[in-house]
């Protein structure tokens, strides 16, 4: 039991890190965003970490739909004002999507060109 606390304690403590540098600096990211950076920097420096990192952190991830609660009730919240910036949120999301999609496909025809290794099964084209 006191690994586990001890593992939260670590995970809580890289996001009180973060959230306070950035508070600190007026960085324009999320707190725990830049606490996940300090962590990684942490743990690749192999510097000691609780025994039940592993398994506390699987467990968070297990249940993390718990986690959504709050923005579904956030929503419901405000469905009045979702009634009316609905049909643009809604093209943001298609169209940023979309987007994605392009910019995704464009970036793999591109690193397939520069390595000169085309998809399993496929001929490189000239």
């Known amino acids: 039991m006191i690994e586990i606390l001890k593992a939260v304690t670590f995970l809580l403590g890289f996001q009180l890190l ?7 600096m ?10 996940l950076l300090f962590m990684i920097g942490w743990l690749g420096l192999n510097a000691p ?12 991830i297990a249940h993390l739909s718990l986690l959504f609660v709050p923005a579904a009730v956030g929503i419901v919240q405000h469905l009045d004002r979702l009634a009316y910036e609905g ?8 169209v940023s999507t979309i987007l994605a999609l392009i910019v ?14 085309p998809p399993e099964g496929q001929e490189l084209r000239s």
């Open 104 to 117: 995704g496909a464009l970036t793999f025809v591109m690193m397939v060109r520069l390595t000169g290794t």
């Open 87 to 94: 049909k643009i949120l809604l093209a943001a999301v298609v």
């Open 26 to 35: 007026g960085l324009p990211i999320p707190g725990p965003v830049a606490g």
């Open 18 to 24: 973060g959230t306070t540098a950035v508070m600190g």
């Open 49 to 60: 970490k609780p025994k039940l990192l592993k398994e506390t952190a699987q467990a968070l």
